[in-house]
């Protein structure tokens, strides 16, 4: 698996996991119970892994749907 977002915003990550649910890429979103370590501030980035034979595409996706702008300059 490798790192493609990290964010603290929910709505995005929703997106993101729809998105991905959608096009059948297998992903993880990881960090999401450290809301208990963080008092839910939602302080705490969360991360969405894909497939490293997924990655590429995945990318695509993010980058068609708008989303480039949360992907990191050096995850290509």
Same mark, same amino acid.
């Given at each position: 698996?490798?790192?493609?977002? @990290?964010?603290?915003? !929910?709505?995005? !990550?929703? *997106? !993101?996991?729809?998105?991905? =649910?959608? *096009?059948?890429? +297998?992903?993880?979103?990881?960090? =999401?119970?450290?809301?208990?370590?963080?008092?839910?501030?939602?302080? /705490?980035?969360?991360?969405? /892994?894909?497939?490293?034979? =997924?990655?590429? @595409? +995945? @990318?695509?996706? /993010? =980058?068609? +749907?708008? /989303?480039?702008?949360?992907?990191?300059?050096?995850?290509?």
């Amino acid at each position: 698996m490798r790192e493609l977002v @990290r964010t603290n915003d !929910i709505v995005l !990550i929703s *997106a !993101i996991q729809a998105f991905f =649910q959608s *096009a059948g890429i +297998a992903h993880v979103v990881l960090d =999401q119970n450290m809301s208990v370590l963080e008092g839910s501030l939602g302080m /705490l980035p969360r991360r969405i /892994l894909v497939d490293e034979d =997924q990655f590429a @595409r +995945a @990318r695509k996706l /993010l =980058q068609e +749907a708008g /989303l480039g702008h949360e992907l990191p300059p050096d995850a290509g």
